[in-house]
Nanobody, 124 residues
């Protein structure tokens, strides 16, 4: 059983930054792509960013390009999401998830383990 634990969320003013972390249990962390998703109040959960198992390939939603950076440290079994230039519309619960393969993908049904989420609130 894989456990994913997110941290780093909080309340920040518009224009501010946060660094979200997701620590994974298990020994095969580097074999799997890892993704970040978010769910705003009253909206469906949406894809934000994904990184390949090796860390050499990344992909972002249009809303995240240029402001968010996904990275990973396979020695620490941790994936990060650096979020900069935050806007009120970025307010959401942010979830990390493990992809079924090492290849990055954006479809939620291809992710088999999910964290409990961390709240990001951006005030105007």
């Amino acid at each position: 059983q894989v456990q994913l634990v997110e941290s780093g969320g909080g309340l920040v003013q518009a224009g501010g930054s946060l660094r979200l972390s997701c620590a994974a249990s298990g020994r095969t962390f580097s074999r799997y792509a890892m993704g970040w998703f978010r769910q705003a109040p009253g909206k469906e959960r949406e894809f934000v960013a994904v990184i390949s198992g090796s860390g050499g390939s990344t992909y972002y939603a249009d809303s995240a390009k240029g402001r968010f950076t996904i990275s990973r440290d396979n020695t620490k079994h941790t994936v990060y999401l650096q979020v900069n230039s935050l806007k009120p519309e970025d307010t959401a619960v942010y979830y990390c998830a493990r992809h079924r393969t090492s290849v990055p993908g954006t479809a939620q049904y291809d992710y088999d383990y999910w964290g409990q989420g961390t709240q990001v609130t951006v005030s105007s």
